[in-house]
Every structure is written in C-alpha cells, then in structure tokens.
C-alpha cells in the first residue's frame, strides 16, 4: 500500500499531471518518522548556542505587550471592551507570533535545506511542514504566560473554550497555505525572503491585535475579514478572555479562506515541486 500510495502522488510530477491531494496526505502520515526528525532538528538548530534558549518564543510577544500596553492602552486609550489592555495583546501577539515566525522559518526552508534535498527524495512539502511544527513549540512555551495572565487577572474560563482546538486548527491550515505557496515562489525568487519582513508588519496593522473588530465601520467588515487571521484572533479573545462563542460568520468565513488557501496552495507547490532541484 505504501508504494502504490507514493506512486499515485509522487511518480508524475510534471505541471501538467493531476494531483491527488489525498494520497499525498496518506503518504505524509508513512514520512512521520522523517518529519519528526527534522521536526526535532529544526528545533535544536534553532536555538543552537543561545543563552535563553527557548525563553525566546516568550521575550518577543512578552516585550510587544508591553509597547503597545504603553503606546495604545495608556497613551492612545484604544477601546478594548473592558478587557484589561496587557491580556488583550497578549491574546493576539500569542497566535500572531506563531503565524509570524512559522512562515518567516517555513518560507525559505526549501533553500535553506536544499543539500538535504539534492541528496534524498522524500515529500518535499515535509521541509516547511517541519518549520510550522517548530514554531508549534515556540507558541506552546509562550502559552504558558499566557496562563498566568488569565490567573493573574481572575479570567474565568466557560465550556466555550473548546472553541481554542478548531480555532488553531483553522490557523495552523492557513499557515501551512502561505508557507507552502510562498515557499515555492522563494525557490524561484529569491526577492521573497526580502519582502516577508514587510509583509508580516504590514499584515500586522490590517489584523485586530492591538485593536478591537469594532473599530471597523460595519461597511467595511465583511472585506476586512477576508483576512482570516482577523477572524481567528477574534475568536480566541471571545472564547478564552470574554467567555463566550466566536462569531460563527466570522469564523466560517475564515475556515472557507483558510481551507480554500491551504488546498490550492499546496496543489500549487505539488505542481512545483518537479522545477525544485532545478531552482534551488
């Protein structure tokens, strides 16, 4: 079963075969021992000859609660809906940091690994995959502060807070799209590496981190939407902060963009992969 998988997904590769995005998936989960592993290396690289190792993945949104509690709580006075200012961004910097830094380690993984790549054949979907798993941990050990806020100022947590499981199923799904997408237009372009700096902070302003959705006219909130990290962040501070369901619109429309991204992307990076060794 194993190779009539492999070979339904992986021996035609040209840009004009069809894909099967299942087979792909089954012959992902006969890899998990190789995504692991560069799962595990991925992580020990990362914080190879650090002094704070992974209190890293705490120091960034930690330290951007603080300058926005200053500059947008204290100074600028953004509503927050009786939400104390320090767990309001924090709420968001937590998921926002992990999209953040799993597309800035996943998009230029295939370059970065590339005499890996030239050496052996496996999936090469496995090697951003990896990055994303990464920044899994990164978010896990800033979840932790995250705790102490919510105990800190007497949070009382509701059944809603099932919510957190689809909700980072959703951002995981849409992170995986940009990385792969992106990842393979950075083997060809180098530029890509340059101008996602610039996107994450662009993308940052257009997603209600150090603001509320309702300070977006009404008019404009369906567009705005679009961009389901805004639809995420949203729910995670309805279902864990305020206690009570997402916005189920809103969160639809975030499964269906993130859902649509991911297949297409992915379907995209299959088609690509056969120019890789090429490129690379």
Not at 166 to 171: F, K, T, V
Not at 192 to 212: C, D, E, H, K, N
Request: overall charge positive; proline content about 6%.
């Amino acid at each position: 079963m194993h190779k009539k998988t492999q070979s339904n997904c992986y021996r035609v590769i040209t840009p004009e075969a069809k894909i099967n995005l299942a087979a792909c998936f089954v012959t992902l989960w006969y890899y998990r021992e190789l995504i692991y592993t560069l799962f595990i290396r991925e992580i020990k690289i990362r914080y190879k000859q650090t002094i704070l190792g992974v209190a890293w993945a705490v120091a960034q949104p930690t330290s951007l609660t603080i300058l926005f509690s200053i500059i947008f709580g204290k100074f600028a006075r953004i509503p927050t809906e009786g939400i104390p200012y320090p767990i309001f961004a924090y709420s968001a910097l937590l998921p926002w940091t992990f999209f953040a830094t799993a597309i800035s380690f996943a998009i230029p993984s295939l370059v970065r690994e590339r005499h890996l790549i030239m050496k052996v054949y496996f999936p090469r979907e496995i090697v951003p995959l990896a990055s994303v798993l990464a920044a899994g941990v990164d978010f896990s050990v800033a979840a932790i502060v995250f705790i102490i806020m919510i105990l800190f100022y007497r949070v009382s947590i509701t059944i809603y807070i099932l919510w957190v499981f689809p909700l980072l199923i959703i951002q995981i799904l849409f992170t995986l799209g940009i990385s792969l997408f992106f990842c393979s237009i950075n083997a060809r372009y180098r530029d890509v590496r340059y101008a996602i700096p610039l996107l994450v902070q662009l993308w940052m302003f257009a997603t209600p981190i150090f603001y509320p959705i309702s300070v977006i006219p009404n008019r404009y909130r369906m567009i705005y939407m679009l961009n389901p990290m805004a639809g995420i962040i949203d729910g995670y501070r309805r279902v864990i902060i305020r206690g009570i369901r997402p916005e189920l619109r809103y969160m639809l429309l975030s499964s269906v963009v993130s859902i649509v991204i991911f297949l297409l992307a992915y379907r995209y990076f299959k088609r690509s992969e056969s120019e890789f060794m090429d490129v690379i």
